[in-house]
């Protein structure tokens, strides 16, 4: 018994691709069904045998037409008339392939009944094959019905044809692969309400706990917690879906849901194909031989109407000689031969015409609509195109979700996040010293302005008001303390200080003079710390290719070629993924494979190679190699001639630099200020100095020196020799200068009764602090007063102890703080720059007040190496590294 071969349907044949694609059952080729079923004259569904009999003019009606004779299926009997001569032949016809009766003859098939067997011997020895024909008959029938009541079609078989375990159509495998993607689904929600309830227990990004690795740890909830929620998105997981399939079935996901809709869509179509089968099945016209039958009825009735009836018999009597009768036969008027449609009926090739004819009409049956036949409207091909097109329609629109691969949302490793908040930490950090800088700068203004005005205050009480030189040296004229000059020295040093002071300091608070700069001396400036040197920038290497096209590194190591007419290419060596974004038209994207090419818009060719390089080809013949990894260049002429070039990626540099980059930065406006404030300090000091001394001099003797001995203590005399202590210059921003912001103008009377003019003692008890000098305690002329026996105020060691700039606010603790990074270094800075002095002599409040916080420097010198307790990160962990562990 023949096999046929999976899918050897013919190709204009739907109804055996429809069978075959729905089920999987293997429909014979419908055009090659009939070879094993033909006589060796090539006539298909019969043999036959055609003999020349005695002539007679009447044919027996009862002995025509089909099994009027024993052993034959069909006889024929016709005349010809050739020259005149009239013959007679008979021709007896035999079916190939019928079923035989009890009584031995054969008999067409009956209402949805199939050939079925194999090859066998005929009686004269031919060949014969029954079974392609009862395969392309009954076995549709075997396949569609496992696949409607079974649900699959393994073990479906007809004839000696099976499905093929590779071909098995089983419905249950969209049921368990929609459950499948429910699992997942269910996965995906379950597990995104759980790290939500992890990520409402941690709380925001911004919590108190919140150090680098706590942050990091919150941030691998937050970003699993935000990539499973979006799976559970992308499958719908979560939505409602009614029942569908069979048996029905409530899918959970989108995926499950499409699937399901494509297991009922197949199911359905082919229920289309088994109701079409089952109406052809239930007629006659399934079998072949029922049209071999109706062909011959016809030549019969051709022959009854043109042929047998027009001949005619004439009988001559004998003589006396030869008394014999003789009967001669004619043809009259109306006698036809041969047959208009099959020839000379004594050619025995000519019979194939008959058989032919049947399979024909067997075939047109098969491919022409039936309008009224129940099932067979459109008929079997025309009832399998609709399903083939209806099934392919629905499964586009059930397998649109699985062409899209479920993406994730957030692919950022841990150490981008901790990067990124590195960089935005110190983003912060640089906002905040900008601001405070601005808020310096303003104190800066407002300080010196009452400084100046001061000063000539200061000055004219020292020359004299009360406890002035006036009284010091008696009722004497202020003229003659200046040797007679005329002016007098509250006049001369008020115009001398406040004269160049205040040049000094129009010159620097007001933007446009000469010596002022923009950004330094205008404290509203929101700009970079110093915009006259501009931040430091990479060279940003490109290289020129043969077509005009341009080739860089971006900050990310992506390689991107830009041309002349705007067009770009971007490669990621990271994901493979190549895009082309035209500068009129759709970006495209497309995955680039080791040994894949793709052409750009000038026409060159593009190849990733294995090693990950990439070489371009241009229309000259030249070629170009990168290395993204590298940024190594190989351009290669088209005279061969190779030049390599680097490529740096184009970077965006933090500024101000970070202080671990090995790139020293411009000075910022908190150096200048600095910087600016020593100096003025220093010649306002020396102003001062020698304009007291010059005129105290002019006075004769050593005067002078009851000014620096006015203590009851015994400090040493500081005027000989011009031996002057540097001044101190630390600036102090912020409310009375000298003391913290937020402190009132006062500090804690010294334990000595100071004796020297300008004690400056309040009434309260208390030592005012005069904003012109830092030290505090200086009621006429800073320094002096408020000392202690001993030249020592508040229990100072006597050391000269220099104050550090710091600013008040949470987490400042002894005048530095671990909340601000760059704050704390540069008070830890300022604190071992700090000076002391051996001079016996100590200024009222520089021992009293060491530092702003109100704690001694004398540890400035000293590097801090530890934290109190109560300074631990508990969930957090301090710079320069991620910690393993969380906590302490």
């Known amino acids: 018994m023949s096999t046929p071969t999976s899918q050897s349907y013919d190709a204009d044949d739907y109804w055996g691709q429809a069978v075959t694609k729905l089920t999987g059952y293997p429909m014979p080729s419908r055009k090659g069904l009939f070879t094993g079923l033909s006589s060796k004259e090539k006539s298909p569904l019969f043999r036959m ?484 040197i501009p931040p430091p920038k990479l060279p940003d290497n490109s290289v020129l290719g043969p077509g005009g096209g341009t080739t860089s590194l971006d900050k990310n190591r992506n390689l991107v070629t830009t041309y002349p007419n705007g067009d770009r290419v971007t490669y990621d060596p990271k994901t493979g993924k190549y895009t082309v974004t035209p500068h009129q038209g759709k970006t495209t994207v497309q995955d680039l494979n080791p040994g894949q090419s793709v052409t750009n818009p000038d026409g060159s060719v593009t190849k990733l190679n294995k090693d990950g390089t990439l070489t371009t080809t241009f229309k000259d013949g030249s070629k170009q190699i990168v290395d993204p990894e590298t940024g190594k260049v190989t351009s290669i002429d088209k005279n061969g001639k190779e030049t390599v070039s680097e490529l740096n990626p184009r970077t965006e540099l933090q500024w101000p630099p970070n202080r671990n980059n090995h790139l020293t930065p411009p000075p910022t406006h908190q150096d200048l200020n600095r910087d600016l404030n020593r100096d003025l300090n220093r010649d306002f000091r020396n102003d001062l100095d020698r304009d007291l001394h010059r005129d105290l001099n002019s006075l004769g003797g050593n005067s002078h020196s009851s000014l620096n001995n006015s203590s009851s203590g015994g400090g040493q005399n500081r005027s000989g020799g011009g031996d002057y202590e540097e001044y101190d210059s630390t600036f102090h921003p912020g409310g009375t200068l000298g003391a913290p912001p937020g402190t009132t103008g006062t500090l804690p009377t010294g334990t000595g009764t100071g004796t020297g003019m300008g004690s400056g003692a309040s009434s309260d008890g208390s030592t005012p602090l005069n904003p012109m000098m830092p030290m505090g305690g200086m009621g006429g002329m800073g320094g002096m007063g408020g000392m202690g026996a001993g030249g020592q105020a508040g229990g100072s060691s006597g050391e000269r102890v220099r104050n550090v700039l710091t600013e008040s606010g949470p987490g400042t603790r002894g005048g530095s703080s671990r909340s601000g990074g760059r704050r704390g270094a540069d008070e830890e800075r300022s604190a071992r720059r700090a000076r002391t002095a051996t001079s016996s002599t100590a200024v009222a409040g520089g021992a009293a007040g060491g530092t702003q916080g109100g704690q001694a420097t004398g540890s400035g010198e000293r590097d801090r190496v530890h934290w109190v307790a109560e300074d631990e990160d508990v969930w957090g962990a301090e710079e320069g590294g991620t910690p393993t562990v969380i906590g302490r």
């Open 49 to 532: 045998s055609l003999d020349k009999i005695s002539v007679q003019s009447v044919v027996n009606a009862a002995k025509q037409g089909s099994l009027k004779s024993e052993g034959q299926d069909y006889d024929l009997y016709f005349y010809t008339n050739k020259g005149g001569h009239v013959e007679m032949y008979h021709a007896r016809l035999v079916f190939i392939g019928a079923f035989m009766s009890d009584n031995g003859r054969s008999r067409g098939l009956e209402a949805n009944e199939s050939l079925s067997g194999g090859k066998y011997k005929g009686k004269y020895g031919d060949d014969f094959d029954i079974g392609p024909l009862g395969q392309y008959m009954g076995g549709p029938g075997a396949a569609l019905g496992a696949l409607i009541d079974s649900k699959t079609t393994q073990g479906a078989s007809f004839n000696g044809a099976s499905v093929p375990d590779a071909n098995v159509v089983d419905l249950n495998s969209f049921r368990n692969t929609a459950q499948a993607f429910d699992r997942a689904a269910q996965f995906f929600v379950d597990q995104t309400e759980i790290l939500a309830g992890w990520q409402k227990s941690l709380g925001s990004e911004q919590s108190s706990w919140k150090g680098q690795a706590a942050g990091i740890f919150w941030q691998l909830i937050h970003q699993l917690h935000g990539n499973y929620d979006n799976y559970k998105e992308q499958l719908g997981a979560g939505d409602k879906f009614d029942a569908v399939g069979e048996p029905a079935f409530t899918p959970k996901s989108n995926h499950s849901k499409q699937l399901m809709a494509a297991q009922q869509t197949l199911l359905t179509q082919g229920k289309s194909l088994q109701t079409a089968w089952n109406a052809w099945m239930g007629r006659n016209e399934h079998d072949p031989h029922f049209y071999l039958i109706k062909v011959l009825d016809e030549i019969l009735a051709w022959l009854t109407a043109h042929n047998i009836p027009f001949i005619t018999a004439t009988t001559s009597q004998g003589n006396v000689i030869t008394p014999t009768t003789t009967t001669t036969y004619s043809t009259k008027d109306g006698f036809q031969e041969p047959h208009p449609t099959y020839g000379d009926l004594t050619d025995i090739q000519n019979w194939a015409k008959v058989g032919e004819e049947a399979v024909r009409r067997w075939n047109e049956f098969i491919e022409t609509p039936h309008p009224d036949i129940e099932g067979l409207q459109l008929g079997l091909n025309g009832t399998a195109q609709k399903v083939l097109s209806d099934l392919n329609n629905a499964w586009i629109d059930a397998t649109t979700p699985f062409e899209t691969p479920l993406t994730t949302k957030n692919t950022g490793s841990l150490t981008e996040f901790y990067t990124k908040e590195k960089t935005e930490k110190a983003k912060e950090e640089t906002d905040k010293n900008n601001k405070d800088l601005n808020t310096a700068l303003d104190n800066l203004n407002k300080g010196i302005g009452d400084m100046g005005n001061n000063v000539t205050k200061s000055l004219n009480d020292f020359g004299g008001g009360p406890g002035g030189l006036k009284d010091l040296f008696g009722n004497t004229d202020t003229k003659d303390l200046n040797g007679g000059s005329g002016n007098g020295l509250d006049d001369q040093l008020g115009k001398n200080l406040t004269n160049d002071l205040n040049k000094d300091l129009n010159n620097i608070d007001k933007p446009g003079n000469e010596g002022s700069t923009e950004g330094n001396g205008n404290s509203s400036h929101s700009g970079p710390l110093n915009p006259l």
